[in-house]
């Protein structure tokens, strides 16, 4: 993957022929006016992950006849760009793309490490793909429209590449929390990128990334089904800190240690406006997780700062008196 810059983009589309999916929020957006194609496809981040999507993209693309040599574009947060790479992984076996990630936790986390995905039944990521872009376009002016929940959250796979391993993020967090947008993200992306080298398939160390997204994933499919959907970063943060807590419970996390990312945590986030959440009625969501083998629920171990173990396995029932 290569990181180019919007001029760069802008070539490309003039160059090859391109099929550009675009959130909703940027239809009539001035600042796309200069990406040239004949085939914009535009879709709601709500309903992007679904298989009625791909199915209308795959036809528009065959009839159209988009080919191996043509590129796809994704532009929009982590919907369109797990969309765009599943679509570019399927579509004739394997088509060039290109992630343009919008909102903060897809520049930092979604568009990067080829990992695409659509839900299915009312599981998240049921069927997916891994696929690199060819090129990723970062232009951190889009995150001025975020709404105030996307931007808050936004961070949270941004520390939680700081909890899991990257002293740099980590401490920039501690001393200006936020204010440094550019060097966060492309701290962020080189933290992520050194990983997914190292691991693009998942076998082993890069499982160190799904740590909080037991609970957080669970959380996410809970509330969606409630109808009272939260973000993707503020299941994470939420994930994070219960996590935490059953790491002390088992052992794993000294007190004093949780305490005070306990602290940490809710110095960055604004936890308090949140309503407690009751994790039992989330627990029946987890018996999908990916990280599961048999009747075994994966989590990630978190010993502390930098230290994680990607293999921990508890059973449901454990999982329920820990949650109580
Ligand atoms: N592939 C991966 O490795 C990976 C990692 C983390 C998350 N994800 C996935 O990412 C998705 C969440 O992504 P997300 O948090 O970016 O949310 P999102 O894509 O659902 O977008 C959230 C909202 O922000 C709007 N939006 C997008 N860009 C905007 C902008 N610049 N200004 C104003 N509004 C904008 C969208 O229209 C939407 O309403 C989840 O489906 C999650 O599973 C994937």
Redesign the pocket.
């Known amino acids: 993957m290569i990181t180019i810059d919007w001029l760069e983009l802008i070539r490309i589309s003039k160059e090859k022929r391109v099929f550009v999916l675009l959130?909703?929020?940027f239809q009539g957006h001035p600042c796309l006016d200069d990406l040239h194609s004949e085939h914009v496809f535009f879709c709601?981040?709500?309903n992007?992950?679904s298989l009625s999507t791909v199915e209308k993209v795959w036809s528009s693309l065959l009839e159209n006849h988009f080919t191996k040599h043509d590129f796809l574009i994704g532009v929009?947060?982590?919907?369109?760009?797990?969309l765009t790479?599943f679509l570019a992984a399927t579509y004739k076996r394997g088509i060039p793309h290109i992630l343009v990630?919008?909102?903060l936790?897809?520049a930092t986390?979604?568009a990067?490490?080829g990992?695409?995905?659509i839900d299915f039944g009312n599981s998240?990521?049921a069927v997916g793909a891994i696929k690199e872009p060819e090129f990723l376009v970062v232009q951190p002016q889009?995150?001025q429209?975020?709404?105030q929940e996307?931007l808050e959250y936004?961070w949270a796979?941004v520390v939680k590449h700081a909890l899991i391993g990257s002293t740099e993020l980590y401490h920039e967090i501690t001393l200006n929390r936020f204010q440094d947008v550019d060097f966060l993200v492309s701290k962020s992306i080189e933290f992520k990128k050194g990983i997914v080298e190292k691991d693009l398939m998942e076998l082993n160390l890069r499982k160190i990334l799904n740590f909080g997204h037991t609970l957080g994933h669970a959380l996410e499919s809970f509330q969606n089904e409630m109808k009272q959907p939260f973000?993707?970063?503020k299941c994470v943060v939420l994930g994070m800190l219960k996590e935490m807590e059953i790491m002390e419970k088992l052992g794993s996390l000294s007190n004093s240690e949780k305490t005070e990312l306990n602290q940490w945590i809710e110095q960055i986030f604004p936890l308090q406006e949140i309503t407690p959440i009751s994790w039992i009625q989330v627990l029946p969501y987890l018996k999908n997780d990916k990280k599961n083998e048999g009747n075994l629920i994966g989590f990630v171990e978190f010993c502390g700062v930098g230290k994680v173990n990607p293999e921990m396995k508890l059973s449901l029932q454990t999982v329920q008196t820990l949650l109580s």
Do not use: M, R, W, Y
């Open positions: 959130d909703d929020f709601s981040s709500l992007a992950k929009g947060g982590g919907s369109i760009t797990d790479t990630p919008t909102t936790l897809a986390d979604a990067i490490g990992k695409g995905g998240k990521n889009f995150f429209t975020l709404a996307e936004g796979e973000s993707h970063g």
